[in-house]
């Protein structure tokens, strides 16, 4: 089947670097994404990674091993606005997106 | 209107009726999408246009039907709603099939008693 597993919840300080994995099993494989969800909003999108490396975007920067199945999401200087979800997502062999079920990362003074 | 809109934004609805949630986007894109997100799950796919007049069926297209009459509409009908279809449901675009961003509408919230 398929099938993304991310942390349920992460909490870091204001400042500091977080790092949100996910790991994937897809029926095929056409990337991966990331997004990011405030509370009773909708998801907008962070990063897409097809080929394995970082990709880094600002503050922002997504990782993949396309062998390993694995992407992780890293976040620098983090901010109180930074609390929200993120979703991991990949797309598989019929440009479908499998979505996990969202890391909510909670930011402390 | 600028981007992809939703409506209603929220709905209480009674057991057995039927309900259309409406989806407008203005960006010219081909590919559309609805999902729901239930707590504790991921998004989960519906139903999708890959451009007007085709549609299919994504992973939990049972009790739901849409249409794609043309490029900015793609309505999503609930024939006779239940409570499991409490939810919150998200309409998005894509340029195409496969792109790699799709943008979101605001959502609507659900509530079928």
């Known amino acids: 089947g398929q099938n993304i597993d991310q942390p349920t919840e992460m909490t870091a300080t204001e400042g500091a670097i977080v790092q949100i994995n996910c790991t994937y099993q897809?029926?095929?494989?056409?990337?991966l994404f990331w997004y990011q969800q405030h509370a009773g909003e909708a998801p907008t999108f962070l990063s897409y990674n097809v080929l394995d490396g970082l990709e880094e975007k600002g503050r922002f920067s997504s990782f993949l091993s396309r062998s390993k199945g694995y992407s992780y999401l890293l976040l620098k200087e983090l901010q109180m606005k930074d609390s929200a979800s993120y979703l991991c997502a990949a797309m598989d062999s019929n440009y479908q997106l499998i979505w996990g079920a969202g890391t909510k990362l909670i930011i402390k003074p | 209107i600028a981007g992809i809109t939703q409506a209603p934004t929220s709905q209480i609805l009674a057991a057995g009726r039927r309900m259309t949630l409406r989806c407008t986007q203005d960006?010219?894109?081909?590919?559309m999408y609805w999902y729901r997100q239930d707590l504790g799950l991921g998004l989960r796919l519906i139903h999708y246009s890959n451009t007007a007049g085709t549609t299919g069926k994504g992973e939990v297209p049972d009790g739901y039907s849409v249409s794609r009459a043309n490029t900015d509409d793609f309505p999503l009908t609930l024939a006779s709603a239940v409570p499991s279809q409490t939810s919150v449901y998200f309409c998005?675009?894509?340029?195409?099939?496969?792109?790699?961003?799709?943008?979101f509408g605001p959502g609507t919230r659900l509530t079928v008693l």
């Open positions: 897809t029926s095929g494989f056409n990337g």
């Open positions: 960006m010219r894109h081909n590919a």
């Open positions: 998005a675009s894509s340029d195409s099939v496969g792109s790699n961003e799709q943008f």
